[in-house]
């Protein structure tokens, strides 16, 4: 279970250590393969048997039907397998820090079973304008049962 916020830095070649709390739940912390996609507004970043049981449920799907086709250009086509290395870090891919805006100080955001890497600003600023629809939100989820 990823959960919680970090800040880190990425260096200048693209390099990001991922927080020792997402490493023990990746297993056993270094050596692993993550898939990166482009998600909204940062990168989301996947354990491999996550993400590949999200391509296996789209390859269910009706792959004629037109939402189909474009979630697959738009968003698996993004997909770039990156492996961790022994002191637990990434190389991001030089597309996806331009996607997401990553330059140097970055937000790793937990997500259940994936996590985000935000541009700082961007998620500082995400959080400032999204945070009133909170209430909001515990409602609807309430009415779905959580």
């Not at 880190?8 to 709390?21: E, F, M, Q, V, Y």
Request: hydrophobic residues 40%.
């Amino acid at each position: 279970m990823f959960r919680g916020q970090y800040f880190h830095t990425i260096d200048p070649k693209g390099r990001l250590s991922i927080p020792a709390k997402f490493r023990e739940t990746l297993g056993d912390g270094a050596g692993g393969t993550l898939v990166i996609a482009n998600g909204e507004h940062c990168l989301e970043v996947y354990p491999q048997e996550v993400w590949e049981r999200l391509e296996a449920k789209v390859r269910s799907l009706p792959m004629l039907q037109r939402e189909v086709q474009h979630f697959i250009r738009l968003y698996l086509s993004s997909g770039a397998d990156v492996e961790m290395d022994g002191q637990g870090r990434v190389l991001i891919p030089p597309a996806s820090r331009e996607f997401a805006g990553l330059t140097k100080e970055v937000a790793l955001v937990g997500g259940i079973d994936r996590f985000e890497i935000w541009n700082r600003e961007r998620w500082e600023e995400f959080q400032r304008t999204h945070r009133p629809e909170l209430p909001a939100l515990f409602e609807k989820l309430s009415s779905m049962g959580v």
